[in-house]
């Protein structure tokens, strides 16, 4: 089966699947939750250059946003987290067992670090100049 789209069609595919396309579709925290269920999470991203990252990625999808709904999300209400898929990101509470295996590795890899320190610590020298 073949699909023919014209540009404006899949222009128009594109923003929907972005969550762009009807313009402010989504509303208030249900409109966040539901957005980072579709995408699965978003770039927690700490500098504030021209706004957070996360702010500007839900400011953009979701009608009256605002920062102190994503922070009641996150630190009252505890639907979202912050953590690491790959990169600092928000994501649904729902979604914290999948990442045991990330938390794992992690682990291991910090028990592998702690157990090397002790001859890293005898190869630093410390130098008064």
């Known amino acids: 089966m073949n699909i023919t789209l014209d540009k404006q069609q899949a222009r128009r ?7 762009l396309w009807p313009p402010h ?3 208030g925290k ?5 957005y980072i269920r579709r995408v699965g999470c978003i770039q927690f991203d700490p500098l ?3 706004g957070h990252n996360p702010e500007l990625v839900l400011q953009a999808r979701v009608a009256d946003f605002s920062p102190e709904m994503l922070q009641e999300l996150l630190y009252q209400d505890r639907e979202l987290v ?5 990169v600092m990101s928000i994501y649904r509470v729902e979604d914290w067992p999948y990442f045991q295996r ?3 590795a992690e682990r291991r ?3 592998s670090w ?10 630093v020298r410390l130098s008064n100049d």
């Open 13 to 19: 595919f594109a923003l929907a699947h972005q969550g």
């Open 25 to 27: 579709k989504l509303e």
């Open 30 to 34: 249900r409109g966040v939750v539901n």
């Open 48 to 50: 504030d250059i021209v």
């Open 82 to 86: 912050d953590g690491w898929d790959k």
């Open 102 to 104: 990330q938390r794992d």
């Open 109 to 111: 890899s910090l028990d």
């Open 114 to 123: 702690e157990s090397r320190a002790p001859r890293a610590k005898s190869a």
